[in-house]
């Protein structure tokens, strides 16, 4: 591997309507797995992929949210959380299933800056 | 610094959290339905405060040539690359 | 520069193809090199050789094999999202037992990490979602 980059995933879809917050999950994994200095920021509808108590055994559908626990296995520490998305939508720390860090609109600004890549699901 | 691309109509949470996002100095390029932007709305304002610009094929296909906004320059497909070359890092918003 | 383009929309129910694809040959007529196509989610289906539109529409899948072999391009389909879709190669096909398999000239089935790959080793990754 010739450098380690920066890598931000951004997820901005609720889970199980669509494959976004799966197949976003996997490649935040995968950038892990390669080394890379990677993060996750969850913004818009996407903050519903933290939500604690999920269970979709009934639509048959893998739950997502216990994927996330796998972030910390794979040493992947930078969880961020839109805290204007999670106000808009009632939530609160407490309803989140991993632990993320609340981050205002100008830090979201310089975490996107501090990125070499931004992928986007 | 940072080039933005909305790909949805202003109806879409993409352009507010964008804009709620995007530093000063970072471009906005409207392609796909993002363009619809480019018309007078409630969030055209805070939209200029950047650089902006829009993908002339998509506007031309969507019969918006004669209605956007003076201040958003129109690009074709080569000005899009020149743009990603130009900025640091792209952000999609889709 | 070295451009990657990771392609997440379906043909027909989102213009990113249309996007990937003009944004792809106005780089190359730029003088920029494409490291690496990366069909994603819905973006597999780009990769179906079966698709058959009216011949007054584009052939997307055939106007990207044309591309991809014009100028040698690295064109990469995800293996998981391609298998969960229905996009596949005859070796895939085969080892599925599946009586057809649909997965269109140039392009090829892999992993997740060529995605990271492109970060790593282009100078932008432009993501083009639907």
């Avoid at chain 1, 920021?41 to 048959?60: A, C, K, T, W, Y």
């Avoid at chain 2, 055209?44 to 405060?49: P, R, S, V």
């Avoid at chain 3, 599946?98 to 990754?125: T, V």
Wanted: glycine share 4%; with cysteine; charged share 20%.
């Amino acid at each position: 591997m010739s450098e380690t980059k920066s890598f931000l995933v951004l997820n901005r879809h609720a889970p199980y309507a669509s494959n976004f917050a799966k197949e976003a999950l996997d490649v935040a994994l995968m950038s892990a797995v390669f080394n890379q200095k990677t993060s996750l920021l969850f913004m818009d509808d996407g903050v519903f992929q933290l939500v604690r108590s999920q269970d979709p055994s009934e639509i048959q559908h893998k739950n997502c949210s216990q994927t996330l626990p796998m972030l910390e296995m794979y040493e992947v520490r930078h969880i961020y959380v839109d805290e204007i998305s999670l106000n808009e939508r009632g939530l609160s720390e407490e309803d989140l299933v991993i632990p993320a860090q609340r981050v205002n609109a100008q830090e979201i600004s310089q975490l996107l800056t501090r990125q070499h890549v931004i992928l986007n699901f | 610094m940072i080039l933005h691309t909305i790909n949805k109509s202003p109806q879409n949470p993409a352009l507010k959290t964008c804009l709620r996002v995007a530093a000063k100095d970072s471009a906005i390029l409207l392609i796909e339905d993002g363009v619809y932007a480019a018309l007078p709305g409630p969030d055209l304002e805070a939209l200029l405060q950047h650089k902006v610009y829009a993908l002339a094929p998509d506007i031309k296909a969507r019969g918006l040539l004669e209605k956007l906004s003076p201040q958003i320059t129109l690009v074709d497909y080569s000005g899009f690359v020149a743009l990603v070359e130009q900025y640091d890092t792209v952000q999609s918003w889709y | 520069m070295k451009f990657s383009l990771a392609i997440y929309g379906a043909p027909c129910s989102s213009q990113a193809p249309d996007t990937a694809y003009y944004f792809a040959k106005a780089a190359l007529a730029s003088g920029h090199d494409i490291y690496r196509l990366f069909f994603y989610m819905d973006g597999v289906q780009n990769a179906s050789r079966l698709a058959t539109p009216p011949q007054d529409e584009q052939n997307i899948p055939a106007r990207w094999s044309e591309l991809i072999k014009a100028h040698n391009i690295d064109a990469v389909v995800c293996i998981a999202a391609a298998l969960r879709r229905g996009v596949l190669d005859k070796s895939e096909a085969d080892r599925y037992e599946k009586d057809a398999n649909n997965l269109a000239d140039g392009f090829n089935l892999s992993g997740l990490g060529q995605l990271i790959d492109a970060g790593i080793e282009s100078d932008r990754l432009i993501t083009f979602g639907c």
